[in-house]
């Protein structure tokens, strides 16, 4: 047990976490987008609504994934920063001149970045939990049966109706996509993907999965600020 | 010699006394270089020429100056061994600079490299992961038959892909993070593939891996600019490689 606790703080052990905790928050990203998708069926918000209640009727079960969730969340940026934090004790004096060779080199934007969109993704996540789950900035509730009850729906519909609070996810949309454009093909390499014919198919497939998500999300604020609504 | 074989170059190369002073670029001007001259002779001739105005030459490693041991370490404008692909610094030519360009030199850059002088910098980070584990239990003695032990093609060509590492540490310089994994990974993947080195294999992973932790090396980001950079073209399945054997050794 003891030399997998070491195993996990070595070099090898903390970058298949960091890729394990970054697929898990990328699965988590699939799945909530799912959900966030019914917003699309033409009922005026019904469904969606549905799908939040089930969410809250599943009680501890929720609570546990939420405490995952947060688990995932603080790892993966824990392991980012120390990653970060070893790097610059690796090479206190940096080149005057540097540049990338190019080639099969996968030093671009998206993977320099990690630390700075990862960052701001988890600043937004804290606010986004505040907005849209504690209600903290548009407290509109109602009672139904004795308890109160927020039409989620119209909620989200309000918010995305601010030109500010459109272009701040928007922005966010974007940086999500850039961390997983260089995220997911890391994260093969670190668990292990060693086939020199399926890697470079695994770096385009990353882009894609990365592009997906990235447009989906951005698809519901876009698309009710058009819209002027649901 | 036609005339359109000489170019002239500048050059801004690093200067450091010793491994405490300070450092600084220092420039030179070359007006007749001889396209054919690799770029280790380029820098002799400069040195040649310091040397005969009594002033001190610049110190750059080197030994076979064929591509094949590896001593040769210059950051060549930007990029370890320079701006062609599979090349080491010994094998560039000049004939891939244009004629008036700006040639900058610097040493690898890492806390587990220490410049000693110029452009010179201590590699025995890398002797001390190989000796944490890069090696095979074998009898000494008489050499044994070379076809004792059958190896299959397949794993002995992917040994050798591993097994070219010449062990420059330009993988290191050019990692973002000065991550020593290409080179560890490259050999844990080499001996891993033959059956000499089998009785240590779960040893080994941990051991160099843990050693070049201690060494000062960051993290792999899986940025792969080593695999860009590396004279002899190992791929970054290596570090994958790597990786699982290491969770193999853990768990197993
Ligand atoms: C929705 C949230 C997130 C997802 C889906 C995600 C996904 C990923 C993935 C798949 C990787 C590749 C892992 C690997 O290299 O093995 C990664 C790397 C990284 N992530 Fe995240 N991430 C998220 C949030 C964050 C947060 C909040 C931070 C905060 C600092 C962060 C910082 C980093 C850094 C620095 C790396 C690069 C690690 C390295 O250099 O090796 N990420 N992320
Ligand atoms: S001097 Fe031997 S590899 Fe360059």
């Known amino acids: ?230 | 010699m036609s005339s359109t074989d000489l170019i002239k170059v500048h050059l801004k190369v690093w200067r450091q006394d010793g491994p405490q002073a300070k450092g600084f670029f220092e420039d030179y001007t070359l007006d007749e270089v001889n396209t054919h001259m690799s770029f280790l002779e380029m820098l002799d001739v400069l040195n040649e020429r310091l040397m005969k105005d009594k002033k001190e030459p610049i110190e750059f490693d080197h030994d076979c100056r064929e591509g094949i041991c590896g001593s040769c370490n210059l950051v060549i404008n930007g990029v370890p061994h320079g701006p062609e692909m599979l090349t080491a610094a010994c094998q560039l030519h000049m004939r891939h600079f244009k004629d008036g360009e700006t040639i900058t030199i610097e040493p690898w850059r890492a806390t587990a490299f220490p410049i000693i002088k110029d452009l010179v910098v201590d590699r025995n980070a890398f002797d001390r992961i190989m000796s944490a584990g890069g090696y095979i239990s074998v009898s000494t003695g008489n050499a044994p038959d070379a076809n004792a032990i059958p190896i299959s093609k397949p794993d002995s060509d992917s040994a050798m892909d591993y097994a070219v590492c010449i062990g420059c540490g330009a993988c290191v310089a050019a990692c973002p993070n000065s991550s020593a994994s290409l080179f560890t990974g490259a050999k844990v993947s080499q001996l891993s593939r033959l059956p000499q080195g089998a009785p240590e294999r779960k040893k080994r992973v941990i051991a160099m891996v843990d050693q070049m932790e201690k060494e000062g090396f960051g993290d792999c980001s899986n940025f792969a600019e080593c695999e860009a950079v590396c004279p002899v073209g190992i791929s970054i399945t290596a570090i994958a490689n790597m990786r699982t054997e290491y969770v193999k050794a853990v768990l197993g």
């Open chain 1, 1 to 230: 047990m003891s030399t997998i606790a070491n195993a996990l703080q070595s070099q090898v052990g903390r970058k298949i976490l960091t890729g394990l905790t970054g697929i898990f928050l990328t699965l988590f990203l699939v799945a909530h987008l799912s959900g966030n998708l019914s917003l699309f069926i033409p009922d005026g918000g019904e469904s969606f609504n549905l799908y939040a209640d089930f969410l809250h009727s599943l009680g501890p079960l929720l609570w546990i994934a939420e405490i995952i969730l947060v688990i995932l969340f603080l790892t993966h940026a824990y392991l980012g920063v120390s990653i970060y934090l070893k790097k610059k004790r690796a090479r206190p004096e940096n080149y005057k001149y540097y540049k990338s060779q190019g080639g099969p080199s996968k030093q671009n934007f998206a993977s320099t970045s990690m630390l700075i969109s990862g960052s701001i993704i988890l600043l937004f996540v804290v606010l986004h939990v505040m907005h849209f789950k504690y209600h903290l900035f548009s407290p509109e509730t109602y009672m139904v049966e004795g308890t109160e009850m927020v039409d989620l729906a119209r909620h989200v519909s309000e918010a995305f109706q601010n030109p500010w609070i459109v272009a701040a996810y928007t922005f966010v949309m974007v940086l999500i996509g850039v961390h997983l454009k260089h995220g997911v093909w890391s994260a093969f390499i670190s668990l292990g993907a060693k086939n020199p014919k399926l890697t470079p198919v695994l770096y385009t497939v990353g882009g894609i999965v990365a592009l997906l998500l990235s447009l989906g999300f951005l698809a519901i604020p876009l698309y009710i600020f058009i819209n002027g609504g649901l």
